[in-house]
């Protein structure tokens, strides 16, 4: 997952995505698929405001998701100075285009709040109950740039340096996949990184996500000749995870 602020390359929340209540469904071009996005009704998206839920710095629209030992929530006011941390941290932004100013964070978590009023999933906010707070993001985002694939729903994760190699973005993002296939009614998940992120794509293959080669792409929003240019593109579709999850149901009966 490789996002960065407005007017910079590979953010994908720099487009506004369709409204609520336009209630449409998302054609995949060149390959006829359908992604189940579901929008919010008006209704809905007047509820969430009038309980302050996105005006900027109140908590975000989120459901709550409790794995064994994390908690993804929607986004607090104290959550937005380890975010700025952890996005100028050179490590955890290697494959970013550029690390983010605070201005840049606080723009970037405010429109993962608008994502969330919008369309009722996103970008949860991770935290480990009793050690760290706030330890980064992991969850869902509605692609919309030009490419082969879109448009289409990403799951993605960045999560603060100290919180990496304890399997927590595995952890999360196996619960958002169960939101995202049981709650959200989403028909097929995508997920991109750069060749070299070796750590987010041995997470997507950990979850189930498979890749082509033929479906590697050049990111539009990077510019042409930067080494990020080049994306790896992984899929998982609701069939595929629900028949993963039936098959080990019968190997623990076996």
């Not at 209630?23 to 309980?51: F, Q, T, Y």
């Not at 929607?74 to 490590?91: H, I, K, L, V, Y």
């Not at 993002?173 to 169960?178: D, E, G, I």
């Amino acid at each position: 997952m490789t996002w960065t602020p407005p007017q910079r390359a590979q953010d994908g929340l720099a487009e506004r995505a369709p409204r609520a209540g336009q209630g449409r469904r998302l054609e995949c071009p060149g390959r006829g698929e359908l992604i189940g996005v579901k929008h919010r009704s008006d209704g809905a998206r007047r509820a969430g405001r009038r309980n302050g839920l996105d005006s900027i710095g109140a908590v975000s629209d989120a459901p709550r998701i409790e794995t064994e030992r994390l908690v993804l929530r929607g986004w607090r006011p104290s959550d937005r100075e380890p975010f700025a941390a952890m996005n100028a941290d050179p490590e955890v932004v290697e494959h970013l285009v550029n690390p983010l100013t605070r201005e840049e964070s606080d723009a970037l978590a405010d429109r993962i709040e608008e994502h969330f009023a919008v369309h009722g999933y996103g970008l949860w906010a991770v935290e480990v109950p009793g050690r760290w707070p706030f330890i980064g993001f992991v969850g869902l985002l509605l692609q919309t740039f030009e490419v082969h694939f879109t448009p289409a729903v990403e799951i993605g994760w960045r999560l603060a340096r100290p919180a990496w190699g304890q399997g927590y973005a595995t952890e999360a993002a196996r619960a958002v996949l169960r939101h995202a296939f049981t709650e959200a009614g989403l028909d097929q998940l995508v997920s991109m990184t750069v060749p070299m992120n070796t750590r987010s794509w041995a997470v997507m293959e950990r979850i189930g996500m498979t890749r082509d080669p033929a479906d590697d792409f050049d990111h539009p929003r990077v510019p042409e000749g930067h080494t990020h240019r080049r994306h790896l593109l992984y899929r998982l579709s609701r069939d595929t995870w629900l028949g993963a999850r039936a098959q080990a149901g019968s190997d623990d009966r076996h």
